[in-house]
């Protein structure tokens, strides 16, 4: 079974210009989270998409970030345009559901550095 | 969610248990114990869930305490490639709110 692909893997901008991310979940999971991960901390979720829907986005600093989910399947994130403090890893994850225990997975993630 | 707290790093020899403690002393009645990890410059990884019952998987062994405050996941024999960030999360959604884990050292 294929995972959940990321791309790119890596990215350097400079602030104030804009980068996007892209994600393509695993088959028919109708689930798909956009992560955080700034050096030495654990991942802060930032989006959560159930199908094309938003589930919840109160992390998502939305004057700068936005992200879609276009025909429940890949999604886009998007930084524009970006802060230093923006330099993390980027993960996308997917899932069976929203029930409690379903696994989450995680793809290889982004890493991006602003400059 | 509850918070969780554990040691931000252990050690283990090669071959051994590796027991990584978690405390979740406010945990709710509807809050299940989750353990991910995460290798280095990887996404992180599911292990084990749970939330009252022992559970056991291919992986590890979760043991969660009668009255839920605390929980052990155990790694039977730790091997080299079990060296990784291991995150205990107490949770009722969707969401995981990761900690800075506990950072395992397998050593041979």
């Known amino acids: 079974e294929a995972g959940v692909a990321q791309s790119p893997r890596y990215k350097i901008i400079e602030k104030r210009q804009s980068v996007a991310f892209w994600c393509n979940p695993i088959?028919?999971?109708?689930?798909l989270y956009w992560y955080q991960q700034i050096l030495g901390q654990g991942p802060k979720l930032l989006i959560q998409f159930q199908n094309n829907g938003v589930v919840d986005d109160s992390q998502l600093p939305k004057d700068r970030f936005s992200a879609e989910r276009l025909k429940g399947v890949d999604s886009t994130l998007k930084i524009q345009p970006a802060k230093l403090e923006d330099s993390a890893v980027y993960l996308c994850?997917?899932?069976?559901?929203?029930?409690?225990?379903?696994?989450?997975?995680f793809g290889p993630g982004t890493r991006l550095t602003v400059t | 969610d509850a918070k969780t707290t554990q040691p931000p790093s252990m050690d283990c020899a090669e071959g051994r248990a590796a027991n990584l403690p978690c405390n979740h002393s406010?945990?709710?009645?509807?809050?299940?114990v989750y353990w991910y990890r995460q290798i280095h410059s990887q996404g992180p990884q599911y292990i084990i869930h749970?939330?009252?019952n022992n559970e056991t998987n291919e992986m590890a062994s979760l043991i969660i305490t009668e009255d839920r405050k605390s929980s052990t996941l155990i790694l039977p024999h730790a091997t080299l490639r079990d060296t990784a960030v291991y995150y205990c999360i107490a949770g009722a959604g969707y969401a995981l709110n990761f900690g800075k884990g506990t950072s395992l050292l397998v050593t041979p």
């Open positions: 088959s028919g999971h109708a689930t």
């Open positions: 749970g939330l009252k």
């Open positions: 406010t945990i709710s009645g509807n809050e299940y």
């Open positions: 994850a997917s899932s069976l559901g929203v029930v409690q225990g379903y696994e989450q997975y």
